[in-house]
């Protein structure tokens, strides 16, 4: 008789505790490289952990707030949106994006992230009064952090007379 008065007791201690709290699962995902998403300030999950889920539990006297930051990994990426449940965000792309997620979102959520490359622009062109030409005149285009796909050469001709003073701006080892 003591064990069934100590078992009902026990369940009688643990109902309100069970009835005022709720699960909710936060998924994240990097749809694309270059950056990641953080949740509680963990590590940030990225494209090539593909979608974490974050089970949680919450009452009214935990309502579990989750904080999710997006951020680019390097200089060479930007944020091209984040989606959360059916919003869709453009956010000023050097800015992080973050926002507190909580059971009132929904009991299932999901936060999914895009990132871009930015792209790098090279050209050339004579300086100050001109004394010659260079070619070509048109820029060459490339993803930050790839490589061209072949060498990109200018030829500087100057005029009769003068001389190829400087070529600024230009990496190490490139001329």
């Not at 200018?154 to 080892?173: C, R």
């Amino acid at each position: 008789m003591y064990r069934w008065v100590s078992v009902l007791l026990a369940l009688a201690c643990a109902l309100p505790v069970q009835a005022g709290a709720a699960a909710w699962k936060l998924g994240v995902k990097a749809a694309t490289v270059g950056g990641g998403i953080s949740v509680r300030g963990a590590a940030p999950v990225s494209f090539a952990n593909g979608t974490v889920y974050y089970n949680y539990t919450t009452s009214s006297a935990n309502p579990n707030t989750v904080p999710v930051a997006v951020a680019p990994t390097g200089s060479c990426y930007l944020i091209q949106k984040v989606v959360y449940n059916t919003t869709t965000t453009v956010t000023a792309p050097s800015a992080p994006w973050t926002r507190n997620f909580t059971p009132a979102d929904g009991t299932s959520q999901l936060a999914v992230a895009y990132f871009y490359a930015t792209q790098l622009s090279v050209s050339a062109s004579v300086a100050g009064n001109g004394g010659g030409t260079v070619s070509p005149t048109s820029s060459f285009l490339f993803s930050c952090g790839s490589t061209p796909s072949s060498d990109i050469v200018y030829n500087f001709t100057p005029n009769a007379g003068e001389s190829v003073a400087a070529i600024s701006n230009v990496p190490a080892g490139a001329i």
